[in-house]
């Protein structure tokens, strides 16, 4: 069989399916032989090129959506004489209609565009059918080309470029583009592909680039200012989670290493650019947590948190339900429009403009729904008297152990409490569970509840369809409390049982190395606080998480670009396997050695 056949026969898209592992390395062997067939077809073409792009005079480049939307009123059988335009796309199809006509598709900007080759129309340009059929030969789905040519419209309605020369190839593709990719581990291995054959997974990431513009745009239009800070520092920072630790070699190859911390929230930097006067500030940007991964968490995550100087929870609520309303109506546009693949969103019921979120109070919510009342949530005994009551009513399955094996703790046991007995109530419809227990949130104010007479936190925290979507609350801006706030927190994270504070020693800032599963006193920014910070509010959302909501996935790493952690790391190890087997398919290991131990010639020695 000669090399041409087989091409014709090799070369048809084909859907990536799920294979086992030692047909894996089968199909990676027939890809490498897919791309060295079609590499000598277009060496023998004189085709493999990769010019540079150019211009040509009278005839200016334009993009496929521009196009669509300047001749979108071309009537059938009109040719527009005397506007020559040249496009370029990646080739989605190619037909053939007898030996003289072609028609192409090419896709650029995620728009689809017809492209129809006639040879009577371009032998003007000097083209004989010889050299037409040879390029129409060659041209394979997935090849970047460039078209010029006059639009028209056919007798089927389609808006079309009437080429009058022949298609430019750019930039071939030496690996047939599949039709789908059906298995999810090859998806995120060859992300690239997936987002060229699966319209959802490129809207799925296209509506997380609208959703940050819609952010950034409608923080700007009330005044806050987008800062950037630290990723690196001596504390994480922020929130109690494990940090992902880096040494850092200060003073080049021979000084000693110091621990550095990725941050955990920017949270602490931006409440400093609020005391230095910064009254309206925002940060959206990666953050790192180095915990487990699921269906809705990733250690590498993107938030928006903002701070507002001056505004109350109640400031905060508002702002955040005119932000996700309008968030939603904003994407469901976008869905109608643009973004066709993805499910519509619910703006007539869930997200109608106007409306309010309902609210429900932490304590009381819960005391309703376990039948009896909390105790003192601040006594020395309170972990061991819930326990006890939990037990009495039969919820022992609450108590569960944390992931790192050690009891839960206080606040860890009532946020389980929580995702039982109160988040399941955002199924049906958002809502804003308010003021927390004072141990859940040691960076807000705090106060007596009237109803339950516990200490909670001015915080609130929307839920959607069971998951958080955001957090809020007033910050504490009391020095003396916050430093206290931190110890209780530090003492918690590293005895459960105990409430109170220890004696053990607290590390803080600045004292050397950091362990992974300590809790950091930030002596920095409690000294800030002592500068004066207004009464503020400040706001976090994650990102992935809104994209989640809008584009209807229940994966995080469908709205992350290259996945998670997991998925990126894969794509690493897929490229080592990959270079082994070729080199053993091919025998290059064998080849180098024997260059090596191969005598230099008189010449070479010259």
Not at 454 to 475: C, I, K, P
Not at 514 to 534: K, R
Request: with cysteine.
């Amino acid at each position: 069989m000669t090399l041409k056949p087989r091409l014709q026969q090799l070369l048809r898209p084909r859907a990536w399916k799920a294979l086992t592992i030692p047909h894996r390395v089968a199909g990676s062997a027939l890809v490498r032989n897919l791309h060295d067939g079609r590499f000598q077809e277009l060496e023998r073409a004189d085709a493999l090129k990769y010019p540079r792009i150019q211009h040509q005079d009278g005839a200016p480049p334009m993009r496929i959506p521009v196009f669509r939307e300047k001749y979108q009123h071309v009537k059938e059988g009109e040719v527009i004489e005397g506007e020559e335009v040249v496009v370029h796309g990646r080739l989605q199809s190619i037909r053939r209609a007898g030996s003289k006509l072609a028609f192409l598709v090419l896709r650029n900007e995620f728009e689809d565009l017809q492209g129809m080759c006639n040879v009577r129309q371009l032998e003007a340009a000097g083209v004989d059918c010889s050299g037409f059929k040879s390029l129409v030969q060659l041209l394979n789905k997935g090849d970047i080309i460039s078209l010029k040519g006059k639009a028209t419209r056919t007798s089927t309605g389609e808006l079309t470029i009437l080429a009058t020369g022949l298609p430019q190839l750019l930039t071939p593709s030496l690996v047939p583009l599949p039709f789908q990719v059906l298995d999810q581990h090859q998806r995120f291995q060859n992300r690239h592909i997936d987002l060229l054959t699966s319209r959802k997974s490129a809207d799925t990431l296209r509506l997380r680039a609208h959703i940050i513009k819609y952010i950034r745009d409608f923080l700007h239009e009330r005044g806050f200012l987008e800062f950037q800070t630290p990723i690196l520092a001596e504390n994480a920072g922020g929130a109690v989670a494990k940090p992902f630790v880096t040494p850092f070699t200060e003073g080049g190859s021979g000084a000693s290493a110091r621990s550095l911390a990725m941050r955990i929230a920017p949270e602490l930097w931006l409440k400093r650019l609020v005391v230095g006067g910064v009254d309206k500030v925002f940060e959206l940007g990666p953050s790192f947590r180095n915990e487990g991964i699921d269906q809705t968490h990733n250690p590498e995550f993107t938030t928006c948190e903002f701070y507002n100087a001056y505004a109350s929870l109640d400031d905060l609520i508002r702002l955040t339900e005119d932000l996700i309303l309008g968030a939603a109506s904003h994407c469901q546009s976008l869905i109608s429009t643009k973004l066709d693949s993805l499910p519509e969103i619910d703006t007539v019921h869930k997200f109608l403009p106007g409306t309010r979120f309902k609210q429900m109070e932490f304590i009381p919510s819960l005391e309703a729904a376990l039948g009896f009342t909390l105790p003192n949530l601040e006594s020395a005994t309170a972990l061991q008297d819930l326990t006890s009551l939990l037990k009495e009513h039969n919820q022992a399955h609450i108590l569960e152990k944390s992931s790192d094996g050690h009891p839960a703790n206080l606040p860890k046991l009532l946020d389980n409490l929580a995702a039982e007995h109160i988040e399941p109530h955002s199924l049906t419809a958002p809502i804003f569970i308010t003021h927390h227990p004072v141990c859940m949130s040691p960076l807000s104010k705090s106060f007596i509840c009237p109803k339950t007479g516990q200490h909670v936190s001015a915080r609130t925290e929307l839920f959607v369809d069971g998951m958080e979507l955001a957090n809020m609350y007033e910050e504490e801006n009391d020095p003396f409390a916050q430093r206290q706030k931190f110890i209780q927190q530090a003492t918690r994270h590293r005895d459960p049982s105990v409430q109170k504070e220890l004696p053990a020693p607290i590390p803080e800032e600045g004292t050397g190395e950091i362990a992974e599963t300590d809790v950091i006193i930030d002596e920095s920014y409690v000294h800030a606080l002592e500068s004066g910070l207004p009464p503020t509010g400040g706001w976090g959302c994650g990102i992935e998480r809104l994209v989640m909501l809008f584009a209807g996935t229940r994966r995080i790493s469908d709205c992350l670009s290259f996945g998670n952690v997991r998925n990126v790391v894969g794509v690493s190890s897929q490229a080592a396997l990959r270079r082994h087997e070729h080199k053993q398919e091919h025998g290059e290991e064998n080849k180098s050695k024997k260059k090596k131990e191969r005598k230099p010639s008189k010449e070479e020695e010259k």
